[in-house]
């Protein structure tokens, strides 16, 4: 089995800083902690908001992608942890790639996990790694802070043992050739690994998922495509949507979607969401306070899956510890469970991509 890598990189900003790793020294497992984000959702949110973490690639169940090249660093360990340097002498930050799986709502996991595991042993074919020995879970390193990637796959049947299996097996079927069936008279195959990065701007003839995501945001900002649908192919239909929709919102009209018309795009998607359907309040709320506020904050943190039991409008311990995993995510938030100025910025950001 072989897979496509896209590689569409993000820009350069606090989650990409451009520094070399120090060689590949081992993997880190990850998955997104946040259920129903895909492949390019959370590139678009890297992208865009520039979060102080990152990872490597996200794997969902049509993309593997990578968002960072696996040369440079991405921030996905905390340094403070002594685990990685004990095992590889070095922080993962600088020596190891961060995989992201994308897990829950519409995304089949079955998909997203042949992929996560193809993708590993090509890693470990690419830098001579041993999937027991350089393959760790992100829970591993920052016990007290993560559960993750076990936290998708558990529930889902697979163990990290039988992953590492997985993995190991992909190995020497996919990449060293050990086919255990009669044609075993194959040369060891190259993979197929062929940059389809999606360069902006697209327009016309363009294809593929991301070309669908684009039209399912027209449909979604009031720009309906009657004819084809959300059909991932960029035709006239598309081309005459993206048109009105750069005249209405005073963007040059050029029929081409680039970083300009999908920055604006998000704009109108998030303000369409966050006002209509989860406005949240301004200010500081935590343990103790009461109010209408507080009802709209547990709406929201039980839309982005962080339950916080009751929409009672009281800011209880359940309450409190919903907010304190939504901080959890984020290297930029403190994880006090009070929800203040930073946190709802992220929650707003995070509903956006829902
Ligand atoms: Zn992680």
Redesign the pocket.
């Known amino acids: 089995m072989n897979y496509y890598i896209t590689r569409d990189y993000i820009r350069f900003g606090a989650a990409r800083s451009g520094e070399k790793l120090n060689g590949v020294k081992f993997i880190?497992?990850?998955?997104?902690?946040n259920p129903g984000s895909t492949a390019y959702g959370n590139r678009n949110y890297f992208d865009r908001t520039q979060p102080s973490a990152s990872?490597h690639t996200f794997i969902d169940d049509k993309y593997i992608l990578e968002i960072i090249p696996i040369n440079e660093k991405a921030w996905?360990?905390r340094y403070d942890k002594p685990t990685d340097n004990r095992m590889y002498g070095d922080d993962a930050n600088d020596a190891a790639i961060?995989i992201?799986l994308c897990f829950g709502g519409k995304i089949n996991f079955e998909e997203a996990y042949k992929r996560y595991v193809w993708y590993h042993a090509y890693l470990c074919n690419k830098f001579n790694l041993d999937p027991k020995k350089h393959i760790v879970a992100?829970?591993y390193l920052?016990p007290e802070r993560?559960t993750?990637?076990q936290n998708a796959m558990r529930p889902r049947g697979v163990s990290w043992g039988e992953f590492l299996n997985d993995v190991e097996r992909s190995l020497q079927v996919d990449f060293k050739g050990n086919k255990s069936t009669k044609n075993s008279n194959n040369a060891p195959k190259e993979p197929v690994v062929k940059g389809i990065s999606t360069t902006l701007p697209i327009g016309e003839g363009a294809e593929g998922q991301f070309v669908k995501e684009i039209q399912e945001d027209l449909i979604r900002a009031g720009f309906p495509l009657p004819r084809y649908g959300a059909d991932g192919i960029y035709g006239p239909e598309t081309e005459r949507a993206v048109m009105q929709f750069q005249k209405r919102f005073g963007l040059l009209v050029d029929g081409l979607v680039g970083t300009n018309t999908l920055a604006k795009l998000q704009e109108v998607l998030k303000q369409n969401h966050s006002t209509i359907d989860f406005p949240l309040p301004e200010g500081i709320w935590k343990n103790g306070d009461e109010g209408e506020e507080v009802s709209m904050i547990q709406r929201a943190l039980k839309h982005l899956n962080f339950n916080p039991k009751y929409i009672d409008g009281k800011y209880g311990p359940l309450t409190e510890d919903a907010v304190r995993r939504f901080q959890s995510m984020y290297a930029a938030l403190k994880n006090d469970g009070i929800y203040g100025p930073n946190t709802r910025k992220y929650m707003l950001m995070e509903i956006d991509d829902n």
């Open positions: 880190v497992s990850h998955d997104t902690g990872a996905h360990v961060g992201e992100h829970s920052d993560r993750d990637p």
